[in-house]
């Protein structure tokens, strides 16, 4: 049997050689579980969601669209003082938002996957597992645009600057994929992180946005698990240098993720009217909001920590992101310096019409 030809510089006999992962039993029956519940489990954006049941028409002025206080923005003081109609609005634009930014992200996720599977060997497990969550990402993009669609809000998605940086950062998949997973995380743990707490929050909301985030919680679980999985193998093998500059990109890329996927873009704040030092005080100068960008991360700390990307200099850059904090015990544990959060009381409704017209 033809061999296939060995690379003559050493540099590219590593890269090859970590592609090769088969060697390892644990990570290969490991990806092997997560492949098998891709196929056992998954959602389809037009069967799993019936799209034209009158209970999933949007309809003008219903108060299920308010903001949670799981949301940042909903839990700020202004919002909470604004008309209710004012609060339906914004809300609507916001969740529009959030979908459209989450869909832009995994546009860029699903070219970097596919940029790194295109040179695994062979029999990888890794090819497979990739490509299942690929298809799973391309169903949630559908599933987003559906839903900021039905809402009818024409939304901007992510600020423009990344936008415009969007070509060129899958590129990274296939030199750097350390980096390239630390960046899907970035975008996987705030997206998870703001949709599990409003679920967890229990209040009551329209049924696509209940419906669409649990689609995305259940198949994202999955996802996370996987980066986590191919950073805790593939960072320690890393030579010193490329690892040190890592430890210094990471806390980096989750900033910067982060705030482009939580913060709106400029069109939202002058669309409503709200003031600088609302918009500041939400992004993230008061304590709720700092509480927030630590928590997100717990999971991410405890990766670094896991695979030697906590060095002095790293957790000096953490804490000048402001994303510092304590690292998770394990995955997914749930935040232990928690600020409660009340119930939602709602703004009395300016028309009775408007309350009638909520189908059952
Ligand atoms: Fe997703
Ligand atoms: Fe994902």
New binding site residues.
């Given amino acids: 049997m033809a061999r296939v030809k060995q690379p003559r510089t050493k540099i590219m006999r590593r890269w090859r050689s970590n592609m090769e992962v088969r060697q390892d039993k644990a990570y290969t029956e490991r990806l092997q579980t997560l492949s098998e519940g891709s196929v056992r489990r998954n959602f389809s954006p037009y069967v799993d969601i019936d799209w034209d049941d009158p209970a999933f028409e949007v309809i003008p002025n219903d108060p299920r669209w308010v903001l949670t206080n799981s949301d940042p923005i909903g839990r700020h003081p202004w919002y909470r003082a604004q008309p209710l109609e004012k609060q339906i609005e914004i809300g609507m634009w916001r969740q529009a938002n959030v979908a459209k930014v989450g869909l832009h992200f ?1 546009s860029i996720l699903m070219r970097g996957m596919l940029g790194y599977v295109f040179w695994n060997p062979n029999g990888s497990p890794e090819y497979r597992y990739c490509l299942h969550e690929t298809i799973e ?1 391309g169903n949630h993009t559908l599933m987003f645009q559906e839903m900021v669609n039905h809402i009818g809000m024409d939304v901007p998605g992510m600020p423009r600057m990344l936008k415009w940086v969007s070509p060129f950062v899958p590129l990274a998949a296939q030199p750097l994929p350390g980096l390239f997973f630390f960046g899907v995380l970035a975008g ?1 743990e705030p997206i998870d992180h703001l949709q599990k707490s409003i679920l967890r929050e229990g209040s009551e909301l329209h049924p696509i946005m209940e419906r669409v985030m649990a689609i995305h919680v259940a198949e ?1 679980a999955r ?1 996370i698990s996987f980066a986590h999985e191919f950073l805790e193998r593939r960072v320690p093998l890393m030579r010193r240098g490329p690892r040190f500059v890592l430890s210094l990109f990471v806390p980096i890329t989750m900033r910067v993720l982060c705030s482009a996927i939580t913060k709106p873009p400029k069109a939202f704040w002058r669309e409503f009217d709200i003031p600088r030092s609302v918009k500041k005080d939400i992004f993230f100068k008061s304590p709720e909001a700092r509480q927030m960008l630590s928590d997100v991360f717990g999971d991410v700390r405890m990766l670094c920590h896991d695979t030697g990307l906590m060095n002095p200099l790293a957790r000096l850059v953490w804490k000048l992101c402001r994303i510092s904090g304590d690292a998770s015990r394990y995955r997914s544990e749930p935040n232990r310096a928690h600020l409660p959060i009340e119930a939602r009381p709602l703004a009395p409704m300016a028309t009775a019409d408007a309350v009638e017209s909520i189908p059952a």
């Fill in positions: 995994e990402e996987e994202e996802h």
